[in-house]
């Protein structure tokens, strides 16, 4: 068993990153819901069924800390705003409206207010990360095929 005494600094980094490892390791098996063993202070195990996402949420987390950053977690309705679903994007406002206008998400309207929904907002973005993964691969053997060395 692992020692989990109270660390601080860069045994906390170490520690937040080694623990991420293993972590990724039992989320690359794929798959939906996983069994974890928590051990209170006293040594008594408890068992929890646990979603791949909170064990993935759980991963980000432990790659920040072990960057040494701080982690704070906040709640996001099923509903975006404009602003909201922008930023969870990366982009400005009026550039997520310029989609929005373009037919490239599904909105509702209430009054003059525009909502996405949040599996819509997070399909695009995956969809987009996929598109440029796909199109640096081709481009990796572009550049395989004519030799240029990259």
């Not at 977690?73 to 310029?98: C, H, N, V, W, Y």
Request: proline share 2%.
């Amino acid at each position: 068993m692992v020692d989990c005494k109270r660390l601080n600094g860069a045994e906390d980094q170490q520690l937040a990153a080694f623990a991420r490892k293993q972590l990724g390791e039992v989320l690359s098996t794929g798959e939906q819901d996983y069994r974890v063993r928590i051990y209170d202070a006293g040594g008594n195990a408890h068992e929890l069924c646990l979603p791949t996402t909170a064990l993935e949420l759980f991963s980000d987390a432990l790659a920040i800390m072990a960057k040494g950053d701080a982690v704070a977690l906040g709640q996001i309705g099923s509903e975006l705003t404009t602003q909201e679903a922008a930023d969870l994007l990366g982009m400005s406002r009026p550039t997520f409206i310029k989609l929005l206008d373009a037919d490239a998400l599904p909105h509702t309207r209430k009054g003059n207010r525009r909502k996405v929904s949040i599996e819509d907002v997070l399909a695009y973005k995956k969809k987009n990360a996929d598109g440029r993964l796909d199109a640096l691969g081709q481009l990796s053997s572009l550049d395989q095929e004519l030799g240029l060395g990259y």
